[in-house]
């Protein structure tokens, strides 16, 4: 770590005793972490080790979909963290083809408890400092039964004045009635901004960064040593459900490995074991391979000169910050596209690459991979400027007052 995050971080030690000679209430993060999903786990490992860094002696709840692996994926980060489900289990319980009825239910569950399923979890959430929603790209219309916990966190700011906050959010595709419902939502957020210009154009909120910029000001090592690392990586995810679009990307990593030893191509893993699905041919014929666990455990495997193929936006953005060039494969249009555009808009250098549906000769050729030499000192300054943005949320006097 430079002097500069260094001394900023004493800074905002110094000033945190002096605000806070008394404890405080707890810090609730509600996060898509804990399936493993390597992207969703990057961002919340990353306000979790700001938090401890910063405020070790506040009590932090963490809401995820599966606390009981959170809870294993998060042991070494804050010394005061609790995994619960509690937001997640009451709206992925209600109905999830009807937004005004589960916006309904939530807001009664909230109001009224009457719920022995609940009730413990939501009359803490009463008492909560703030609630969190960490950024990721899961309150879209893929995922509306995911709705729910924004009902959840107005109606705690309307009922109970408990701060709300949403930071790096990626919330398109959206369509139907629900976008006007969400937009909103969102206006009551003390804090809300989007991590793509798209999303802040169609929602009306501030224009952010992807939360996972927040790592580089931690002191976490966010790289696995470079040495040994393949010069070459891939990672083509499986776990698209569109028959069409599976085999698009099976075709995509074929033509990659045409011609390449797999020996000398290293297959990495966002989502086990689905990823795996790209790599088994190739690493039962000696290629590398980087579980999720392993990359998860000894740090991301990029390094400058590298070149990689991905479909996936967090390895897109790690990468790069390496110093690695690449090229990019659109997983699903209208979601992938816009998640990747938005680092490409902020100088990753990477190449887009559309295979052809059909396997012809148009999209046939793969593209060099391409980077831009000043993205990983950029990735540092966004860096800075998230944890700017978290010392604001979670350091000041009036954390309801936060800029918009």
Known sequence: ?????????????????????????????????????????????????????????????????????????????????????????????????????????????????????????????????????????????????????????????????????????????????????????????????????????????????????????????????????????????GDIDVPEQDQRLERAVQRFMAGRAPGDVGFAEGIPPDDFRRAKEFVEASAPFFPFMRIWDEGFPAREGQTWLTTRFHFHLLAAAAGADGTIVNARPGYYDIKHESLQEIGTGWTSWEPSEDGGAEGGSVPSGTRDPGFPARAKEFGLRKAELAARLYLSRSPGASPR
């Open 1 to 237: 770590m430079s002097s500069l995050p260094v001394r900023a971080a004493r800074t905002i030690r110094r000033v945190s005793d002096e605000i806070f000679g008394q404890p405080q209430p707890p810090v609730y993060l509600v996060s898509a972490g804990g399936q493993p999903n390597f992207g969703d786990e990057f961002i919340t490992r990353a306000w979790l080790d700001w938090l401890a860094e910063h405020q070790p002696n506040r009590e932090v709840w963490l809401d995820t979909i599966e606390p009981g692996r959170a809870s294993h994926l998060f042991r070494d980060t804050h010394p005061r963290l609790k995994t619960t489900n509690t937001l997640w289990h009451a709206t992925h319980t209600g109905p999830a083809d009807d937004h005004v009825a589960a916006a309904t239910r939530m807001r009664d569950l909230i109001h009224d408890l009457g719920s022995p399923r609940y009730d413990l979890g939501l009359r803490d959430l009463r008492g909560m400092g703030s609630i969190h929603l960490l950024g990721g790209g899961y309150m879209n219309s893929i995922w509306p039964e995911n709705f729910g916990v924004i009902e959840a966190m107005v109606t705690l700011k309307a009922d109970f004045d408990v701060p709300i906050y949403a930071t790096g959010q990626g919330l398109l595709p959206h369509e139907g009635p629900t976008l006007d419902w969400l937009r909103e939502r969102l206006q009551a957020f003390d804090h809300v901004e989007a991590r793509d210009a798209e999303s802040a154009q169609a929602f009306g909120v501030p224009h952010g960064l992807d939360d996972a910029f927040l790592a580089f000001a931690n002191a976490r090592p966010i790289y696995a040593p470079p040495e040994g690392l393949p010069s070459t990586m891939v990672l083509v995810q």
